[in-house]
């Protein structure tokens, strides 16, 4: 039989496809496409990267500044031949923006390098996404990630409840508890001199096998001044809010829904990056605690004291967490 294809005939690849893919999803003809041009890999084609071939399949979407529709054409979703197993190839790609948090500036910028160093750091841990690193035909980072079956933790807190009232007593204090759990994790990262550099609630995935979170996506890096961590830290406050109001409590909803609660509130009480999110949620929800408050405060445009660290983050958060009363 006549070799090609990096080592696979088509008739080999037909043939492992037909094994994981429904008929009517198996294509007549297979092109395995060179791994320098992400553009030039499209559905239904084959790379081979470290002797594996893998079926290529849909693009994944960005989640990035609501853009949920926006495909990432760098991204994709992909079908490992020899295991059946889905697999996720992210390839190089180049972006730099800048992010304003109060006075603080930050220079943000795609790193794969760095994503590739944190694959082999958490390697092993359930609490981070998993993946290898191999190089492309032109000789850079291409990471080849686990795909991870389940939903957004921006999918899952705002349906839990009846309303907030019952969701905060019922259902909160055991989201704050994966949340220390996630905030944990970040830890780990932060004393290993590592940073995430994209904190989103949606780069946490609860895993249908082990019922856990997951962070995905550690590729951005971001320049930083005294504070390393300010970023990431800003990031996780902006969680925090989120789950502490069962989702967004935005400005417009209170304009519409409760406009005698939007009277109450300054310019001080909303998010310090979000200026239409409401930070001070006390103001609204009247039953949440004190001690927890002040721990969303610290994310709001009238802070006067940021987190540095993430062990200072926990230890309030761990009084916080004293303060609840358990369902």
């Given at each position: 039989m006549v070799r090609q294809n990096n080592g696979y005939s088509e008739k080999e690849l037909l043939r492992m496809v037909r094994k994981w893919?429904?008929?009517?999803?198996?294509?007549?003809?297979?092109?395995?496409?060179?791994?320098?041009?992400?553009?030039?890999?499209?559905?239904?084609?084959?790379?081979?990267?470290?002797?594996?071939?893998y079926f290529v399949r849909n693009n994944e979407r960005e989640g990035r500044f609501g853009l949920e529709d926006?495909?990432?054409?760098?991204?994709?979703?992909?079908?490992?031949?020899?295991?059946?197993?889905?697999?996720?190839?992210?390839?190089?790609?180049?972006?730099?923006?800048?992010?304003?948090?109060?006075?603080?500036?930050?220079?943000?910028?795609?790193?794969?390098?760095?994503?590739?160093?944190?694959?082999?750091?958490?390697?092993?841990?359930?609490?981070?996404?998993?993946?290898?690193?191999?190089?492309?035909?032109?000789?850079?980072?291409?990471?080849?990630?686990?795909?991870?079956?389940?939903?957004?933790?921006?999918?899952?807190?705002?349906?839990?409840?009846?309303?907030?009232?019952?969701?905060?007593?019922?259902?909160?204090?055991?989201?704050?508890?994966?949340?220390?759990?996630?905030v944990e994790a970040i830890r780990f990262l932060h004393q290993n001199g590592e940073k995430h550099g994209d904190i989103r609630r949606d780069h946490l995935i609860k895993d249908d096998t082990t019922g856990g979170y997951r962070w995905i996506d550690y590729d951005f890096n971001y320049r930083h001044g005294e504070s390393r961590f300010a970023y990431d830290l800003f990031g996780l406050g902006n969680i925090l809010v989120f789950i502490t109001g069962r989702g967004d409590v935005t400005t417009n909803r209170l304009l519409r829904d409760a406009p005698d609660m939007l009277d109450r509130l300054t310019d001080e009480d909303v998010n310090i990056v979000f200026h239409n999110r409401v930070a001070n949620l006390k103001k609204i929800y009247p039953y949440i605690p004190e001690g927890l408050n002040r721990v969303l405060m610290h994310f709001s445009a009238g802070a006067q004291v940021y987190y540095e660290t993430t062990e200072e983050l926990l230890a309030d958060l761990g009084e916080a967490r004293e303060g609840l009363e358990r369902p």
């Open positions: 893919v429904p008929r009517d999803r198996v294509p007549k003809r297979l092109y395995v496409k060179d791994t320098a041009d992400f553009f030039r890999v499209d559905y239904d084609d084959v790379v081979v990267l470290g002797g594996v071939p926006e495909p990432k054409f760098w991204v994709k979703r992909s079908v490992n031949l020899l295991t059946g197993d889905l697999k996720v190839l992210k390839w190089v790609f180049k972006e730099r923006f800048e992010a304003r948090i109060g006075s603080l500036v930050f220079e943000c910028v795609r790193s794969p390098q760095k994503e590739a160093r944190i694959l082999e750091l958490v390697r092993g841990r359930k609490d981070f996404m998993q993946g290898t690193t191999e190089q492309d035909s032109a000789g850079h980072p291409l990471r080849i990630l686990d795909y991870i079956r389940g939903r957004t933790l921006s999918q899952i807190a705002p349906g839990l409840g009846a309303g907030h009232e019952d969701y905060f007593y019922n259902h909160f204090p055991l989201v704050l508890d994966e949340y220390i759990g996630i």
